[in-house]
């Protein structure tokens, strides 16, 4: 009967031990079942150009006054320009000017061009003879190279080539100028010449509104 009871008790012992071990295993099936089931994350963020796309640094050309000051001359009136003996120009005779263009742009290089155009829609003063077309324009660059000679309005344009970034502080309105770097500037030398030909003698007393117009787009570097 002990003997019996004994191992009565081993087998009820022995069944709830093999009954724990089956519960162990039965809990980390589950466990490993809720792992596999779900998937690790992680994220990266990258700020395009850290603190943004696009260049800081305004594309600007300017001009030169002959006091040495910066002017920008972008709006649509523009900007008065002084040419020496233009009130006093008569038939078969030439005024010339000197007119310095710069990048102004830290970073990028300019393609510039000059247009020479008309004011008041033709070129008209007030009442005076409209003299424009007896008018011929030649500009010349500094290094000796023509953009247009003895042009009429229609075909007074041109490009006056690549000017270099200036590659230091842009200037501002009223700053006394100094040079960038190498070839970030151009002297401009515009001849305007009034014709003596057939009929100019009906125009006496006339005038005529130009403009010269810089046009420049950047070059990346």
């Known amino acids: 009967m002990r003997m ?3 191992r009565s008790a081993r087998t009820r012992a022995g069944g709830r031990l093999l009954s724990g071990l089956s519960l162990i295993g039965a809990v980390a099936v589950v466990a490993s079942m809720a792992v596999s089931s ?3 994350t992680d ?8 603190s943004g796309i696009g260049s800081e640094d305004r594309f600007d050309i300017a001009v030169v ?7 920008q001359a972008d709006g649509p009136a523009g900007v008065d320009w002084d040419v020496e003996g233009a009130e006093s120009l008569v038939p078969g005779h030439s005024v010339t000017t000197e007119i310095p263009v710069f990048n102004n742009s ?7 061009t ?16 409209n003299i424009t077309a007896f008018l ?31 590659d230091s502080a842009a200037l501002t309105a009223g700053d006394t100028y100094y ?9 401009v030398s515009l001849t305007v010449t009034y014709l003596d030909a057939s009929g100019v003698e009906d125009y006496n007393g006339g005038q005529s509104a130009l403009a010269v117009h810089f046009d420049a787009e950047s070059v990346a570097p």
Do not use: C, H, Q, W
């Not at 994220?43 to 850290?50: K, Q, S, Y």
């Not at 000059?114 to 003879?129: F, L």
């Open 43 to 50: 994220m990266a963020n990258l700020n395009l150009g850290g």
């Open 106 to 112: 830290p970073s990028f290089d300019a393609d510039v």
């Open 179 to 187: 040079a960038g770097a190498p070839g970030s500037d151009e002297t």
């Open 136 to 166: 011929r324009f030649t500009a010349r660059l500094s290094g000796g190279t023509y953009v247009f000679t003895d042009a009429t309005l229609a075909d007074a344009t041109g490009s006056i080539g690549e000017l270099a970034k200036r």
């Open 65 to 71: 006054l002959p006091d040495n000051t910066v002017v």
């Open 4 to 6: 019996d009871r004994e």
């Open 114 to 129: 000059m247009t020479i155009r008309v004011r008041n829609g033709d070129g008209s003063v007030g009442s005076a003879p």
């Open 38 to 40: 779900a998937a690790y």
